[in-house]
């Protein structure tokens, strides 16, 4: 059956999108940007599924989120979510899935480069979603950067470990023990 990969790659995809809205929902806020989980599945999405349909998952969860489903950080939905304060954020990571997903992609799914491939991914989110922050708040990029990155880097280095413990453990069983191939490659 010819439509059986993108099938299985489009159930992934949309599995995904509901893991990040659930990261949403485990969130501690601490200012204007509370601590989620949503950037651990980003992160997962991007490795497991690629560019392309890691990008994609963001991209659903975002247009869910734009429709007024409660999916952005503690059951937020709209418009009026998705372009503010924490926009910049929803936003990074989309640009996040795609960059995580191509490192890992063109690099062969290395371990090392899987791992800074994260790290890029997280600074890209950050290179979007402070400035955006700035913006809407009219902070100076110190306050911003006070409020909307330094509080998250620490935590952003557990999730980008947990994100690379959950890939390798999740990895094997959707390919084959010994495949590295990530979903988008699989026809």
Do not use: T
């Not at 806020?29 to 963001?58: C, H, R, Y």
């Not at 995580?100 to 690099?107: D, L, M, T």
């Amino acid at each position: 059956m010819k439509n059986s990969p993108d099938l299985h790659k489009l159930v992934l995809a949309s599995l995904m999108a509901a893991l990040i809205a659930v990261g949403g929902y485990l969130a501690i806020p601490i200012g204007p940007v509370p601590i989620v989980l949503q950037n651990l599945f980003v992160l997962v999405a991007a490795l497991l599924l690629g560019s392309k349909w890691g990008s994609a998952a963001v991209a659903v969860y975002l247009l869910a989120g734009a429709c007024g489903l409660p999916v952005f950080a503690g059951g937020g939905g709209g418009l009026g979510h998705l372009f503010g304060l924490r926009g910049g954020y929803l936003f990074g990571f989309l640009a996040c899935a795609w960059m995580v997903g191509k490192i890992s992609e063109v690099s062969g799914r290395r371990p090392a480069a899987e791992i800074a491939a994260m790290i890029v991914g997280s600074l890209v989110v950050y290179a979007i979603g402070v400035p955006w922050l700035k913006m809407v708040l009219g902070f100076s990029y110190g306050k911003a950067l006070a409020v909307g990155m330094y509080p998250f880097v620490v935590g952003d280095f557990l999730k980008i470990a947990a994100a690379y413990i959950i890939v390798k453990s999740v990895r094997p069983l959707l390919h084959g023990a010994h495949s590295q191939k990530p979903i988008a490659s699989l026809e």
